[in-house]
C-alpha cells in the first residue's frame, strides 16, 4: 500500500522543471516542504532552430522535398528526464531518500522509467501521472494523498 509517510520523498515534475518535497508528517496529515527546485529553459522549437529545414532533390526533374528538422524543444525535454534521473540517482546513493513519489505526466513518467537507475527505482513507492507543477504545494499534498487513497480503496 503506497501512503506518504513521513520522510517520504515527493518529486512533482513536468518537462521543465521538477519540486523535491518532503513529508514532513503522516499520511493522513500530509505536510509536503520544498527543499529545492531545479528548472530549465526550454524555449520554443521555432526559437532554438537556426535555419529552415533542409531541402534534397527527388528523382524528378527540379523536384525538391523538405526534410524533416530536429525538434529542439521535445529533445531538451528528453534531456531534461536524463538529467532528472540523474539527480534522483545521486541523491538515492547517497542516502538522501528511502521513499519515492513521483508525479508526472505519463510521457514524463515514460522518459524517467527508461533513465532511471535501480537504486532509484527500488525506492518509489508511487507513480501518479499527473502534470501538478503549477499547484500550490496545499493542494499538491491533497491531489497525491486523494490519488494513492483511491488506490487503496480501489484494491480492497
Given at each position: 500500500?503506497?501512503?506518504?509517510?513521513?520522510?517520504?520523498?515527493?518529486?512533482?515534475?513536468?518537462?521543465?522543471?521538477?519540486?523535491?518535497?518532503?513529508?514532513?508528517?503522516?499520511?493522513?496529515?500530509?505536510?509536503?516542504?520544498?527543499?529545492?527546485?531545479?528548472?530549465?529553459?526550454?524555449?520554443?522549437?521555432?526559437?532554438?532552430?537556426?535555419?529552415?529545414?533542409?531541402?534534397?532533390?527527388?528523382?524528378?526533374?527540379?523536384?525538391?522535398?523538405?526534410?524533416?528538422d530536429t525538434d529542439w524543444h521535445e529533445l531538451q525535454k528528453e534531456r531534461f528526464a536524463h538529467h532528472l534521473s540523474d539527480i534522483l540517482y545521486e541523491k538515492a546513493h547517497k542516502g538522501e531518500f528511502d521513499r519515492l513519489i513521483i508525479v508526472a505526466s505519463p510521457q514524463v513518467l515514460g522518459n524517467l522509467r527508461?533513465?532511471?537507475?535501480?537504486?532509484?527505482?527500488?525506492?518509489?513507492?508511487?507513480?501518479?501521472?499527473?502534470?501538478?507543477?503549477?499547484?500550490?504545494?496545499?493542494?499538491?499534498?491533497?491531489?497525491?494523498?486523494?490519488?494513492?487513497?483511491?488506490?487503496?480503496?480501489?484494491?480492497?
Open positions: 500500500m503506497a501512503r506518504i509517510k513521513e520522510n517520504t520523498w515527493v518529486v512533482v515534475t513536468d518537462s521543465e522543471k521538477a519540486l523535491f518535497l518532503r513529508n514532513l508528517t503522516d499520511h493522513e496529515n500530509p505536510n509536503l516542504d520544498v527543499m529545492e527546485s531545479e528548472e530549465q529553459e526550454n524555449p520554443s522549437d521555432e526559437a532554438q532552430s537556426a535555419n529552415r529545414p533542409g531541402r534534397m532533390n527527388d528523382t524528378g526533374v527540379q523536384q525538391r522535398s523538405a526534410m524533416d527508461d533513465d532511471m537507475h535501480k537504486e532509484v527505482t527500488d525506492k518509489v513507492v508511487a507513480e501518479i501521472p499527473k502534470t501538478l507543477t503549477n499547484h500550490p504545494v496545499n493542494k499538491i499534498e491533497e491531489l497525491v494523498k486523494k490519488e494513492l487513497d483511491e488506490r487503496q480503496t480501489e484494491l480492497t
